[in-house]
């Protein structure tokens, strides 16, 4: 569980973005960015739809177009306050991001085997690592407990988002690595203890 001096809310929401092109075509974004799909932009109207008797007024927001874009649909739907806040931004992918797996094979070959290895402590090739995203995850759930008016929603990222729920359930490493995400759906987690809505 969280340590109590830290200023983390109780109960909160937390969704991902909706699908995206590069999600389509399989590239990885890191903290570059590409726009939603038709797909994506309906899955964040029925992400808002599935949050409209939460109580949720206010939404923290990952700086990134394709969750920025989708808490903008979802604030206008709650009618809620919306935040940004740089450290809910996905895991930096550096120099793959932008790349499908098997360009990443041509142009950095051996890379897959060595993240492989140590999945949590790998570091991506001018980016960073899951453990190196932990620390930020902390941070971002303490920036949005103060900012935020009782439960918040935080839209974020597909692996940042194993990194929140990791810190909000007490999940070591492989534990957090183990967590899946789909597009569309929105955690509820309320005393370490995670529902889907």
């Not at 570059?32 to 923290?60: F, Y």
């Not at 499908?100 to 070959?109: A, G, V």
Request: glycine fraction near 10%; charge should be negative; hydrophobic fraction near 45%.
């Amino acid at each position: 569980m969280i340590p109590q001096d830290r200023h983390v809310p109780e109960r909160l929401f937390l969704a991902r973005h909706g699908q995206s092109s590069w999600n389509l075509e399989h590239r990885l974004q890191g903290q570059l960015d590409s726009r939603l799909t038709a797909d994506g932009i309906a899955q964040a109207r029925a992400m808002a739809e599935h949050l409209v008797t939460s109580g949720v007024t206010t939404i923290c927001t990952s700086p990134l177009g394709r969750a920025r874009t989708t808490a903008e649909i979802i604030a206008d739907r709650l009618g809620a306050d919306l935040i940004v806040v740089p450290d809910l931004a996905e895991i930096d992918h550096g120099d793959l991001a932008g790349m499908t797996w098997d360009e990443i094979d041509q142009n950095f070959p051996g890379a897959r085997e060595e993240r492989a290895a140590n999945r949590y402590g790998w570091v991506f090739p001018g980016g960073e690592s899951y453990a190196q995203a932990r620390a930020r995850a902390r941070k971002a759930l303490s920036s949005c407990g103060w900012a935020s008016t009782g439960a918040p929603l935080l839209v974020s990222h597909e692996m940042i988002g194993r990194m929140l729920r990791a810190e909000l359930r007490g999940l070591d490493a492989a534990a957090a690595l183990s967590l899946r995400h789909p597009l569309g759906v929105v955690f509820e987690i309320a005393g370490g203890v995670e529902r889907i809505l």
